[in-house]
């Protein structure tokens, strides 16, 4: 009579079962404590770190990209501008000779 | 419901040692519980608990209150854990360890534990999760040691919950092949 396979998976569970059951060792308190107490606290965040933090990767894209569309739109309003005042100015430049 | 650590995290944040220590004494069982999933030996434990509280404190000034202290402490945990395992795998590629080496390292010489069944399940079940890349290994201390649900870990690694379904699933694979070489070498 043959023996039967073990089952991978049934002793996988069995394994997990009594793994769970593991407690982790009483950890050191004393130097947890003293990791804290000498610990450089970090500087109070204020409009610097709300700045830097507009260049943070995952605000960075966003911020570029609103940046460039701000410039666009910037650059398209001073050239429309300057295209409605050309003929004016040439007016002006024939009526006064050149003069400004 | 009101944060009970909510008072205490917010005089901890304005730089009060006295209510970090509260916290310490508070949050270390449930931290280090979270953090014996990750690790095999003591010393790397006590390694991975005084950084966790260290991030803690210098995280504490940007804590807003929007979550309860206890979650945001034990995602501080949990990421702590995944960069413990990161740094494994890239000295183990760096010393061109093999992939199997670190299951053949004895835990500790000295190591009492309560239950000995346990712990031996306990270590077995790590070194098989140590031969798996550090993100996959990650999501399934999780998900088989610690119990967390596949949406829990998507929001903690802000995944999606269908890429976490699929890397769960892809993870599992792994390890039943694994599983199987080992039974059946």
Known sequence: ?100 | MSDPDAECAARAGRGDRAAMEILVRRHQDAVARLLWRFVRTKSDLDDLMQETFLRMVRGLPDWRGQQPFVHWLLRIATNTGRDYFRRQTVRRRWLAEPRTGEADVPPEAIDPAADPAARAAANEVKALLAQLSPDDRTLLTLHHLEGWGLMQIADQFGWTLTATKVRAWRARRQLRSLLHTREHP
Not at chain 1, 5 to 24: F, I, K, S
């Open chain 1, 1 to 100: 009579m043959k023996t039967p396979r073990p089952d991978p998976d049934a002793r996988w569970e069995t394994l997990l079962r009594q793994a769970r059951a593991d407690v982790a060792p009483p950890t050191d308190l004393t130097a947890l404590l003293r990791v804290v107490r000498t610990a450089e606290l970090p500087g109070r965040p204020g409009w610097m770190s709300d700045f830097t933090a507009l260049f943070a990767p995952r605000g960075a894209l966003p911020a570029c990209l609103g940046g460039a569309s701000a410039l666009a739109l910037f650059a398209f309003w001073q050239i429309w501008s300057f295209w409605q005042a050309l003929p004016w100015a040439q007016l002006l430049a024939i009526t006064t000779g050149g003069a400004p």
